[in-house]
């Protein structure tokens, strides 16, 4: 039986169905305390005072902590570092009188029922010293400083672009949006006896959590247990540690007491986001849709007291042959929580400004827009000069044209109709990392034919659980549903935060060699029985299979596990591994995609719709062709929001976030979003790593919005560069 | 360790919480009496004091559809409804749709389309769902996707529900 590669239904599946699986804020315990936040509603400046007593005056409310009363914490910015955290000076929950965003949260109270600690958290009276501060990046552009981030700048780009034959330059936007997942923050912590906690959070990463907590409240790694079973959506929120979690533990350990802690919607605009980001790109071609350079400079907006910055530029030159090319990337500060990573973090807004380029630049050559692109195809990292381990992207332009219709297309915008509507097709391309990370992993086998598998990691609805039970039963030759996966822990294996892509090549590498030791474990195993058909082989020569150690020569020499370990008087066998990649600096490892998009423009009203998308993406092997497809059409619904519904607005005046809230930040609702499909591109790799496996938690949506933003542009002849894309942009 | 000064506090008078109100209410089949303050929403009355936490909060103020309950077979924001309006009401949640380890075919359903990721948007898109083909008003997928855009999904499953919803259809409509 292979698992691998078949659309596997979700082994955690029924769980979620039936509303059995648990979040971080439906854990309870006798005797829970609710928490509620007061937030501040300066964007800079002190608290000049605080007063609670109306508050503590509440029939049920325990105790107000602010940053008068509220329990040790570590002083020095080492306590709060977490292995996610820019450089910088994190920010420190209830630390001091310090406002240093609007949002900020500045007391907690604690009461015996949720609703009593909501309404006690509106009698806390602040006043402030307010001061002036800055949350525009638009007026910061001349105190944007550069960050040493992107790739060196090869060739000389400003002499290319001086002797361009055509040349295409503008500047892109993209606004604040924010991840929005469904489930809201929370934590509950339990206070248990000695001060030893349980913390059930909502996080990508429990142990990068656990040592956070620890660091701060000084506490031992023994003392302090994070667990996540399920997450309700992260795209990225999670990788950090946020405030919530600090102050249910502040709770729990000033009451000695089990603390609930969930953030309302709107303080959730309070947490990391993807940052505002101009984006300038300058293309130099000549006729033939040769390029002779590429200069890509964002500017994004941070925090006052974080330097946050992804790259954002250096996939400019790095997806199309260009001997000139030159990146800046600098960061401006506001008076604003530091941004994090969101879905694709750089690519997703880097790569949105490139393809909208590429797009432009084929409108002025009249070429295509994929033959553009396959003219100054690249089969290099052009910024390290390296072979990729293994890059499809031509197969991707021609399975993703083929399965669209993209030959049908007529090229002059304004040309295609349907109706009253006005018809748009786009395209672009998408590039993302294969990044892999060391994991462990721990195997016990029991002589029933039974194996748990358990990592630290997280399934934040990506599918971890599922794959991780897929590529163990593989390895270990056992059916499914006698596979039981744990993860969400922080007393298992290490993991990395859940991120980057990176899991499921990190997590399947980790069991299959923590499997390969149990395989070798059960050949010595089966070899100490008499007349032992397997006699004189090496671990190499067997594999597992159907619940047996079967030579691999000869499927005849098998022996069951259960035998083999029940011979040795062997109840279970357990292993722990820790697997790291061997280090490979002579290949670059990349996954790529086609993006093709079909918009639909209402010519009186300007409503844009985007009635198909197909995605080509080649991403290695895919473990799970089910989820891998759910993570990948999720992404194009991301993609299609960056394009057209989604932006955070800010008054300037307060510094504060006018829309936090899901009604009036709009993310795409069932009715924005119609026919999707998702091809994944044959793509062998023996040289990524031993599976081939690649990730496919970003990649799905770079690129996205560029091709919704070509189709408008294909269908009404406007172009526009600011996202998103809204009705008054195109009637205006 | 930075140990900030304690400070004294007096109480004025203080504010004493809501009376509590008995209501009754029929929990997927089972009667359930409880005392809960006129403040107090369904979604948080079954969450927080029947332990049914199924249903879900994704938003608390009617906007995303996570709580999404039915009341007398009518899908409802169980997040706008306060406990106390609902005395002698008969309501399913998530937990009441299957029936002795059975799976409701929409539960089925959204398995087979894989129409979920993170899954907590999930039992509201299933009641939800259970309510619209209690209404007979959705025949095709157009109105589907119009008729479920109550229920956000930021996983972006939405294709995927909307062919799991068309199965269920189907299934239900051949065994009526
Ligand atoms: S929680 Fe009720 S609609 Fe969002
Ligand atoms: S499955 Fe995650 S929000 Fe719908």
Known sequence: MTYIGTPTPRVDGRAKVTGSAQYAGEFTAPDLVYGSVVTSTIAKGRIARIDASQALAVEGVLDVLTHENRPKMASGDKGYNDEVAPTGSPFRPLFDDKIKFNGQPIALVLAEEWEISRFAATLVQVDYDAETHSTDLHTRIDKAYMVEKPDKPRGNAAKAHAAAAVRHEAEYYIPIEHHNPMELFASTVTWNDGGKLTVFDKTQGVQNVQRYICGIFGLKPDDVRVMSPFVGGAFGSGLRPQYQVVLAVQGALQLKRAVRLVLTRDQMYGLGYRPATIERVAIAARNDGTLDAITHEAIAMTSQYEEFSRNDTSWSALLYKSANAKYEHKLARLDVPTPSDMRAPGAATGVYALECAMDELAVALKLDPVELRLRCYSDRDQNNDLPYTSKQLKECYRKGAEAFGWAKRTPEPRSMRDGTDLVGWGMATGVWEALQMPMGNRIVLTANGHAEVSCATSDIGTGTYTIMAQVASDALGLPIDNVTVKLGDSSLPHSQVEGGSWTAASVAYAITTTADEIRRELLALAQKMPGSPLAGLKHDDVVLSDGMIVAKAAASRSVPLADAMRHGGVERIEREKLSEFKEDNKHARNTHSAIFVEVKVDEQLGVIRVTRAVNAVAAGRIINTKTAASQIMGSVVWGIGMALHEETLVDHAFGRVMNANIAEYHVPVNADVHDIKVIFVEEPDSTVNPLGIKGVGEIGIVGVAAAVANAVYHATGKRVRDLPITIDKILG | ?176
């Open chain 2, 1 to 176: 360790m930075d140990d900030p000064t304690s400070r004294s506090r007096f109480r004025p008078e203080a504010t004493s919480k809501p009376r509590e109100i008995s209501v009754t209410l029929h929990v997927n089949g089972e009667q359930r009496t409880l005392a809960v303050a006129p403040w107090t929403t369904l979604l948080d009355a079954l969450r927080d004091r029947l332990h049914l936490n199924g249903t879900k909060k994704g938003c608390d103020h009617g906007q995303c559809g996570a709580c999404t309950v039915l009341i007398e077979g009518r899908r409802v924001n169980a997040c706008l409804t306060l406990a106390v309006m609902k005395d002698g009401a008969h309501i399913t949640t998530i937990e009441g749709l299957s029936a002795d380890g059975a799976l409701h075919p929409l539960q089925q359903a959204f398995i087979d389309h894989d129409a979920f990721q993170c899954g907590y948007c999930t039992p509201g898109q299933i009641c939800s769902a259970a309510g619209l083909l209690a209404e007979g008003k959705a025949k095709t997928a157009d109105e589907i996707r119009e008729l479920m855009s109550g229920n956000i999904c930021r996983c972006g499953a939405y294709p995927n529900i909307v062919a799991a919803i068309q199965q269920a259809m189907g299934a239900m409509g051949s065994k009526s």
